[in-house]
DNA sequence: GACCTGCTGCGGCTTG
């Protein structure tokens, strides 16, 4: 059957093919050229990074569509930038034996590019969904032109979007486009790590339309663990950055360090190093508050260094998709928050002529080489976290409401309500709860109603003509830092930020000369030694998979030839401490100590469960004090009975859960994350959206519920 | 201690 995919393809493909001389076609793209040519439905394609995946999306559809017809064609949606403009290089490519116009539509993108294929609409467009919702916005009209002849939608990453507002938002969007369409456009998605295939196949609104090519096979991957205490400190133990030196200095590697402060630390301490001892000096920092300019010249070093070797060390900036050319080994320094990322970060390496991957794992602290240990073993076993899902997202329609009253320029009252009702993003809210939003809405002059039709009102416009408009998520502000009125990056104003101290940024050192908090700039000279800078981030929700597998693993007496002496010891020493708790069923059973009037449950349950518990908690006076990365609590004043008492007393505030919420917005509305698009509903919906985001009660109940707590008495403290 | 992602249109300025 091997020539049967290639056969299908269209000769200015095949001419492609040979002329890149490929000798065969990936797995992935073999059934995709034959799955996608042989219906008309939706796909989504699976498959490990690096395997080919774009142009198994792409040379079917190039295949198959008639690119003389007016409008877009094919429309390429993707979470990054970067990625865009490195995609944009590689269907040029693809296209280059068609006459086919491949555009870039996003911020950043070419104005004259973009004014010409709203004149002449043809080909391909490759764009960001915030873009694509400004253009609902802005050009309406266009929007119709442009894309009423699409024939497919290709969206890569596909797995950043599930569970997540924006995906919600691009369901949304995708209804939306198929509103202008007479015919449906198919939609292919493409991801390396989806937890959830069901969810996965819901992003087209027809699941049951919606097909999974799946390539199971996983590229090589070596690892080792390498374990060095932290002992609680601040800064990382000079042994490990010693260490991780030797295993960088002769190659070209990723480092991930799980944070900014941390980021800047490992590349400044790694420069001196390497100035130290006469090493390269291709030590490079990456992430979000760095300039983007710098960052640009990071990535296009690293992509176009074929003889030196460098390090960057960075954040989940460089975690996704940019081929960042070759790669030799990543470092991971404490554990990963979650098994798709470790997938992803490993998959940054070996791109190249399919070499294995090298990934190291340092860890600190024993809990730290535990969820390390977790995740990686997730990952041996094809377990993916599955996403957070939210049924009812009332924010994301409040938002989706205000674009299209105000791409419209007015719209009839019922038609609106219409409109949102059978948008399948939001399949679970009821059409009176829509009209109840609307309705006050116009109360607050967000809308404005004349008749039975609806602009956008006063309050409204403020809203709307804002560039903020577009995106579901919230951005930090943060002050710009400058030297020799050059941007460098940006920092939150903290107390660190003050004349005379000294601070890393973008992998070098900086003396703050002068604060000016009115323009909110930081003014820096370079420096020869300072500390990592503080940001103010929100944490990041670790899934129970992954302490439940923690939890497994120190019950069980598995061994893994993975981990070094030092990991090893670690873990034998966790193991020995939680042992002596007769647990008999890891998976029903969690343990409670109790010494000295103060008691520990070790929950494993997940960031959201033990952040709902403690919120439980404290609504029955509790303190509860969250340890050991996260998965364990701490109660004080307690006795054993106590304890067990209070535990099983939450489950009583199951049915005063609103009125709990109520008050805690009105007493404490600082203490409780709303949504950015919530903050303008009604108190009704921003109780509903608490529920489902920034809490799990249902998880939680069922936790409780369905947990033995099995006591063991301490009697050393 | 705790990640990341994107962004219109216009007026007014400088520069070739």
Same mark, same amino acid.
């Not at 002068?514 to 929700?541: R, Y």
């Given at each position: 059957?091997?020539?049967?995919?290639?056969?299908?393809?269209?000769?200015?493909?095949?001419?492609?093919?040979?002329?890149?001389?490929?000798?065969?076609?990936?797995?992935?793209?073999?059934?995709?050229?034959?799955?996608?040519?042989?219906?008309?439905?939706?796909?989504?394609?699976?498959?490990?990074?690096?395997?080919?995946?774009?142009?198994?999306?792409?040379?079917?559809?190039?295949?198959?569509?008639?690119?003389?017809?007016?409008?877009?064609?094919?429309?390429?949606?993707?979470?990054?930038?970067?990625?865009?403009?490195?995609?944009?290089?590689?269907?040029?490519?693809?296209?280059?034996?068609?006459?086919?116009?491949?555009?870039?539509?996003?911020?950043?993108?070419?104005?004259?590019?973009?004014?010409?294929?709203?004149?002449?609409?043809?080909?391909?467009?490759?764009?960001?969904?915030?873009?694509?919702?400004?253009?609902?916005?802005?050009?309406?009209?266009?929007?119709?032109?442009?894309?009423?002849?699409?024939?497919?939608?290709?969206?890569?990453?596909?797995?950043?979007?599930?569970?997540?507002?924006?995906?919600?938002?691009?369901?949304?969007?995708?209804?939306?486009?198929?509103?202008?369409?007479?015919?449906?456009?198919?939609?292919?998605?493409?991801?390396?790590?989806?937890?959830?295939?069901?969810?996965?196949?819901?992003?087209?609104?027809?699941?049951?339309?919606?097909?999974?090519?799946?390539?199971?096979?996983?590229?090589?991957?070596?690892?080792?663990?390498?374990?060095?205490?932290?002992?609680?400190?601040?800064?990382?133990?000079?042994?490990?950055?010693?260490?991780?030196?030797?295993?960088?200095?002769?190659?070209?590697?990723?480092?991930?360090?799980?944070?900014?402060?941390?980021?800047?630390?490992?590349?400044?301490?790694?420069?001196?190093?390497?100035?130290?001892?006469?090493?390269?000096?291709?030590?490079?920092?990456?992430?979000?508050?760095?300039?983007?300019?710098?960052?640009?010249?990071?990535?296009?070093?690293?992509?176009?260094?074929?003889?030196?070797?460098?390090?960057?060390?960075?954040?989940?900036?460089?975690?996704?998709?940019?081929?960042?050319?070759?790669?030799?080994?990543?470092?991971?320094?404490?554990?990963?928050?979650?098994?798709?990322?470790?997938?992803?970060?490993?998959?940054?390496?070996?791109?190249?002529?399919?070499?294995?991957?090298?990934?190291?794992?340092?860890?600190?602290?024993?809990?730290?080489?535990?969820?390390?240990?977790?995740?990686?073993?997730?990952?041996?076993?094809?377990?993916?976290?599955?996403?957070?899902?939210?049924?009812?997202?009332?924010?994301?329609?409040?938002?989706?409401?205000?674009?299209?009253?105000?791409?419209?320029?007015?719209?009839?009252?019922?038609?609106?309500?219409?409109?949102?009702?059978?948008?399948?993003?939001?399949?679970?809210?009821?059409?009176?709860?829509?009209?109840?939003?609307?309705?006050?809405?116009?109360?607050?002059?967000?809308?404005?109603?004349?008749?039975?039709?609806?602009?956008?009102?006063?309050?409204?416009?403020?809203?709307?003509?804002?560039? $903020?408009?577009?995106?579901?998520?919230?951005?930090?502000?943060?002050?710009?830092?400058?030297?020799?009125?050059?941007?460098?990056?940006?920092?939150?104003?903290?107390?660190?930020?003050?004349?005379?101290?000294?601070?890393?940024?973008?992998?070098?050192?900086?003396?703050?000369?002068?604060?000016?908090?009115?323009?909110?700039?930081?003014?820096?000279?370079?420096?020869?030694?300072?500390?990592?800078?503080?940001?103010?981030?929100?944490?990041?929700?670790?899934?129970?998979?992954?302490?439940?597998?923690?939890?497994?693993?120190?019950?069980?007496?598995?061994?893994?030839?993975?981990?070094?002496?030092?990991?090893?010891?670690?873990?034998?020493?966790?193991?020995?401490?939680?042992?002596?708790?007769?647990?008999?069923?890891?998976?029903?059973?969690?343990?409670?100590?109790?010494?000295?009037?103060?008691?520990?449950?070790?929950?494993?349950?997940?960031?959201?469960?033990?952040?709902?518990?403690?919120?439980?908690?404290?609504?029955?006076?509790?303190?509860?004090?969250?340890?050991?990365?996260?998965?364990?609590?701490?109660?004080?004043?307690?006795?054993?009975?106590?304890?067990?008492?209070?535990?099983?007393?939450?489950?009583?505030?199951?049915?005063?859960?609103?009125?709990?919420?109520?008050?805690?917005?009105?007493?404490?509305?600082?203490?409780?994350?709303?949504?950015?698009?919530?903050?303008?509903?009604?108190?009704?919906?921003?109780?509903?959206?608490?529920?489902?985001?920034?809490?799990?009660? $249902?998880?939680?109940?069922?936790?409780?519920?369905?947990?033995?707590?099995?006591?063991?008495?301490?009697?050393?403290?």
């Amino acid at each position: 059957m091997a020539a049967d995919a290639f056969s299908l393809l269209s000769e200015p493909i095949r001419r492609y093919i040979h002329e890149k001389r490929w000798t065969k076609l990936r797995p992935i793209q073999h059934s995709a050229i034959r799955y996608i040519l042989g219906d008309n439905d939706n796909y989504i394609l699976a498959a490990r990074t690096a395997s080919g995946k774009t142009e198994a999306a792409f040379l079917p559809i190039l295949s198959s569509v008639d690119f003389s017809s007016e409008g877009i064609q094919v429309l390429y949606i993707s979470p990054l930038i970067a990625l865009i403009n490195d995609q944009f290089a590689r269907v040029e490519d693809l296209c280059k034996y068609m006459d086919v116009p491949v555009t870039k539509w996003h911020g950043e993108a070419n104005r004259a590019a973009k004014d010409r294929i709203l004149k002449e609409p043809r080909g391909i467009v490759l764009i960001t969904p915030e873009s694509l919702e400004a253009m609902f916005v802005t050009k309406p009209y266009n929007v119709t032109y442009l894309f009423s002849n699409l024939k497919f939608v290709v969206i890569d990453e596909i797995h950043s979007f599930i569970g997540t507002d924006r995906g919600i938002q691009l369901k949304s969007i995708l209804y939306r486009l198929q509103e202008k369409n007479g015919t449906p456009f198919r939609i292919i998605g493409l991801s390396a790590t989806i937890g959830d295939y069901d969810e996965a196949k819901k992003i087209t609104g027809n699941e049951a339309r919606t097909k999974v090519l799946l390539d199971r096979s996983k590229k090589p991957l070596h690892t080792e663990f390498r374990y060095f205490d932290g002992k609680d400190e601040t800064e990382l133990p000079p042994d490990l950055i010693k260490d991780i030196y030797r295993h960088v200095h002769a190659n070209k590697t990723l480092i991930f360090p799980n944070s900014r402060g941390r980021v800047e630390e490992v590349a400044v301490k790694l420069k001196k190093i390497s100035e130290r001892v006469g090493g390269h000096g291709n030590f490079f920092a990456h992430h979000s508050s760095i300039d983007k300019g710098i960052r640009e010249y990071v990535e296009f070093f690293a992509k176009n260094s074929q003889r030196e070797n460098f390090s960057i060390s960075c954040t989940s900036t460089l975690e996704l998709g940019i081929d960042i050319g070759s790669v030799d080994e990543i470092i991971q320094v404490d554990a990963t928050h979650s098994v798709s990322s470790l997938i992803q970060r490993a998959g940054r390496s070996g791109r190249k002529n399919e070499e294995e991957s090298n990934l190291t794992l340092y860890a600190t602290s024993p809990w730290s080489m535990l969820q390390a240990l977790a995740c990686w073993s997730l990952y041996e076993k094809d377990c993916i976290e599955s996403p957070d899902i939210v049924e009812r997202p009332y924010d994301i329609l409040a938002h989706q409401a205000l674009s299209i009253i105000k791409g419209h320029n007015g719209i009839d009252y019922r038609v609106l309500i219409e409109k949102l009702s059978s948008n399948f993003a939001f399949r679970n809210i009821q059409r009176s709860e829509i009209a109840e939003i609307i309705d006050y809405f116009i109360g607050i002059d967000f809308i404005e109603k004349i008749g039975h039709e609806l602009i956008v009102g006063i309050e409204g416009e403020r809203i709307v003509n804002n560039r $903020e408009f577009f995106s579901t998520f919230e951005r930090e502000i943060n002050f710009n830092v400058v030297h020799n009125s050059k941007v460098i990056g940006n920092l939150p104003f903290t107390p660190q930020v003050q004349s005379d101290n000294n601070i890393l940024l973008a992998a070098k050192i900086w003396k703050i000369v002068e604060v000016d908090t009115e323009a909110g700039k930081i003014f820096v000279v370079p420096a020869l030694d300072g500390k990592k800078p503080t940001f103010i981030g929100s944490g990041v929700n670790v899934h129970p998979l992954i302490h439940g597998e923690m939890f497994r693993i120190l019950f069980s007496d598995e061994e893994f030839s993975v981990l070094d002496e030092k990991s090893n010891q670690a873990l034998k020493e966790l193991r020995k401490d939680f042992r002596p708790m007769s647990i008999q069923n890891p998976t029903t059973e969690r343990p409670l100590l109790c010494m000295n009037n103060r008691s520990i449950i070790h929950l494993f349950a997940g960031t959201k469960v033990t952040e709902t518990l403690r919120y439980l908690m404290s609504k029955r006076n509790i303190s509860a004090l969250i340890t050991n990365n996260g998965c364990s609590m701490e109660l004080s004043d307690m006795d054993e009975s106590n304890s067990l008492a209070i535990w099983h007393s939450l489950l009583l505030l199951k049915d005063d859960l609103d009125s709990l919420l109520y008050s805690s917005l009105e007493e404490t509305p600082h203490l409780i994350h709303i949504p950015k698009w919530g903050k303008h509903l009604p108190e009704k919906y921003k109780v509903a959206l608490i529920k489902q985001k920034t809490f799990d009660f $249902e998880g939680t109940f069922q936790f409780i519920a369905n947990t033995k707590l099995v006591t063991t008495k301490v009697l050393r403290s």
